[in-house]
């Protein structure tokens, strides 16, 4: 069974920038969509950014796409997201995912298979 293992996260000032990483325990960086998604306290889950399986697409919410950037590490079998002039709107459980859907459903949590057990990022103002 594939496993996702997030690390990276932790409690930062605002304006300070993390890099999470999700290392899987096979070979799915390659084969699956890979996204990030974060959930705050008393929120529903929410996508962040999404990356194709042959890296040539980069999805990204609307509001983070300036400050957040997805990318893949194949040989380390390692997903990352660089998120830089953090706030107290970003703190929030942060999750990533695998899958094999479609691109235009890149964005549906719901269509994952497997998810890791999400690392907190915390930023104090």
């Known amino acids: 069974q594939v496993r996702l293992v997030e690390s990276g996260g932790g409690l930062v000032q605002t304006g300070a920038s993390l890099r999470l990483s999700c290392t899987a325990s096979?070979?799915?960086?390659?084969?699956?969509?890979m996204a990030w998604f974060r959930q705050a306290p008393g929120k529903e889950r929410e996508f962040v950014a999404a990356?194709?399986?042959?890296?040539?697409?980069?999805y990204y919410a609307d509001s983070l796409k300036n400050r957040f950037s997805i990318s893949r590490e194949n040989a380390k079998n390692t997903l990352y997201l660089q998120m830089n002039a953090l706030t107290a709107e970003d703190t929030a459980v942060y999750y990533c995912?695998?899958?094999?859907?479609?691109?235009?459903?890149?964005?549906?949590?719901?269509?994952?298979?497997?998810w890791g057990q999400g690392t907190q990022v915390t930023v104090s103002s």
């Open positions: 995912a695998a899958g094999t859907q479609v691109l235009s459903s890149i964005r549906d949590a719901s269509l994952y298979s497997t």
């Open positions: 096979t070979r799915i960086t390659s084969t699956h969509q």
């Open positions: 990356l194709s399986r042959n890296s040539a697409a980069k």
